[in-house]
Every structure is written in structure tokens, then in C-alpha cells.
């Protein structure tokens, strides 16, 4: 943490020039991230609470238990959004439910919205991903998180059959143009729901399976405060405005840590810095930081895991542990 304090004999005059520059260094975060989100259209408004059923009992759940009552769920949310006037909400949740194919391990419809996919066999999977989202993911934005988790898992498989991708949306996401996306409050608040949530893949798995944790943006900041526990063997940090810690080395985890950013990805312009509880410091890509660096090519800060690219071959070389997995 960077502590900002007058020398000593300064007296008042000290403290009012630490006082200034403190003022100077917040709104040097705030009016990066805002020209950052403006000049890239991915924020989403606030969405207002939509009326959507209470979700359905998840502890002690088998995956296919799950996945059948969650889509009840999500078609009954579908329906009191339609008849609450929220046409455009109901039309994501049907798409969501992908013609009842679709495996959900959890599903909230309440407000902006919680889910937990599974792409692939989540019993028989001995590679299994957790990508954990950033800011701005909602159920209203959800079919992007969606196309990357799709896209990783078809570049997976097509190495790796046993191969599974779990698209974690368990947390109320932060919005990009707020207070709340430059502390670490909501990250806190998420890792006390990630953790557990690893814990029951572990269970839910072959003894076998090898997780990955992929973090993109606000969602590093989160899985930096989480206790990924034995399984976990890779933990991953891209287009993160940093993580609140020093090191890798003071991550909770016993995982390798890995750090890349896209050649054009704005979050490479915010402020490294922090002040109180205002900001992420150290670069989770500078060597400072003992992060392992992977290739992320030119891509912006949504392209991390499209088709093709650079970034998404990286990404699933870490996961799948191939020798030849690309540094930068």
C-alpha cells in the first residue's frame, strides 16, 4: 500500500500537501477508469430489480438435478419478466436456456442477476476451468461472458475431450463508471462466495481433475482474495487492473500465477497506485509483481477469449499444461 504522509517538522502544512495529493491520485483513478469505459462500449445501465422466482436449493444437488431445476427456474424468471413489462430481460433469459440443453449449476433471476454454466462433462472432466468475470456482467450482458466461455471450451476440446468450463457469475459484478469498481469491497464479498464454490467442484469431480481459474478485469481482484485450495493449479490474471496485493506471492493460493494484457487493452492505462482503500496497485504484468507472463497478443480488453486470437491460445495452453505454453 503507498502511504502518503508529510516529513517530518512539515506540521499542518505537511498533512494539507498529503491530503491534496491523496485528492489528486483519487481522481487520477477515477477519471482513467471513466475515460477508459467511455472510450470502450462494454458498461452496461443498472438494471432495475426484475421479479424472477427464489432460486432453486443448490447444496447436495447432483449436476443433472441441478441443471433441470435451474432451467425451471430460469423459463418461470423468463415468464414473470415478460409479464412485468421487462420484454428485453425475458428474450436474454430464453436464450439463455439455449432450446433446455443448457446446464446450470445455479441461477439467479433476481434483480441484476447470478449464474453458474457448465460447458462440457463436469463428472468425467479431468481439466476443469472457472472463468470469473468482471465488471458490468450481468444477466442483461451475460451472452458475451457466455460466447467466451463457448469459444474456450471449443479450443479445449479440441486438444483435450475431457475438458470442462464453468462460467461463474456468483457475484453481484460491480459497474465499470462507479466508486464501488475502485476498492476492493465487492471483490471481498465475491471470494466468500468463490471459495466454497470451489470446494464443491472439488467434490463434484474426478480425483483426477485439474482446475484452472481464469480472472478477467474486477474478476482478478476477486480471485486474488480467494483460498483456491489443492486442486487449483493455475490461477490466471488478464486485462486486471491489479489485484490490492504487493506480490503474487501474497495471493491465498498455492497455484501458478500467470499475468498477461492485450497490446490494446485500455486497463493498461489506469493507475497502478493505491491510496487507502482506493485503487489495486502493484501491475499484476510488471516483474515486480513474480506473476508468470503468457502472450495476450494486440487484442483490447474484451478480446481475451475470442476465436483465433493469440490470447485464447495461451489461455488454454496454461490450462491443459502443454510445455510449449507461450510467454511473453
Request: aromatic content about 6%.
Amino acid at each position: 500500500m503507498t502511504r502518503l504522509e508529510g516529513r517530518p517538522g512539515e506540521g499542518s502544512e505537511g498533512r494539507r500537501s498529503a491530503g491534496r495529493l491523496r485528492g489528486r491520485l483519487r481522481r487520477t483513478l477515477l477519471a482513467g477508469l471513466v475515460a477508459a469505459a467511455v472510450a470502450v462500449p462494454v458498461s452496461a445501465a443498472a438494471s432495475p430489480d426484475v421479479p424472477a422466482p427464489i432460486p432453486a436449493p443448490a447444496e447436495g444437488a447432483a449436476p443433472r438435478e441441478a441443471y433441470a431445476a435451474n432451467l425451471g427456474n430460469l423459463a418461470e424468471a423468463a415468464r414473470m419478466a415478460r409479464d412485468a413489462g421487462r420484454t428485453g430481460r425475458a428474450d436474454r433469459l430464453r436464450a439463455m436456456a439455449a432450446e433446455g440443453t443448457a446446464q446450470f449449476l445455479a441461477f439467479d433471476g433476481r434483480g441484476r442477476g447470478r449464474a453458474v454454466e457448465v460447458f462440457g462433462d463436469l463428472e468425467t472432466a479431468d481439466r476443469i476451468t472457472v472463468l470469473v468475470p468482471g465488471s458490468d456482467t450481468t444477466l442483461d450482458t451475460y451472452q458475451r461472458f457466455r460466447n467466451g466461455a463457448v469459444s474456450l471450451q471449443q479450443r479445449l476440446q479440441a486438444e483435450h475431450a475431457r475438458s470442462a468450463v464453468v462460467a461463474w457469475l456468483g457475484y453481484d459484478t460491480p459497474a465499470t463508471v462507479s466508486a464501488t469498481v475502485l476498492t476492493a469491497d465487492r471483490a471481498q464479498e465475491a471470494a466468500a462466495e468463490l471459495a466454497p464454490f470451489l470446494r464443491r467442484l472439488e467434490q463434484l469431480s474426478v480425483p483426477e481433475a485439474r482446475l484452472s481459474l481464469l480472472c478477467h478485469s474486477y474478476g482478478s481482484v476477486v480471485c486474488a482474495r480467494t483460498a483456491t485450495g489443492p486442486k487449483v493449479g493455475d490461477l490466471v490474471l488478464y486485462g486486471s487492473p491489479g489485484t490490492g496485493a504487493a506480490s503474487a506471492a501474497e495471493l491465498p493460493t498455492g497455484a501458478r500465477v500467470w499475468a498477461g494484457r492485450g497490446g490494446d487493452d485500455w486497463i493498461g492505462r489506469v493507475p497502478h497506485v493505491r491510496v487507502g482503500a482506493v485503487g489495486f496497485g502493484t501491475d499484476p504484468v510488471a516483474p515486480a509483481f513474480g506473476a508468470r507472463a503468457f502472450a495476450a497478443g494486440p487484442g483490447g480488453h474484451s478480446d481475451y477469449l475470442k476465436p483465433g486470437t493469440e490470447s485464447l491460445d495461451s489461455l488454454a495452453r496454461i490450462v491443459l499444461g502443454t510445455p510449449e505454453a507461450p510467454r511473453a
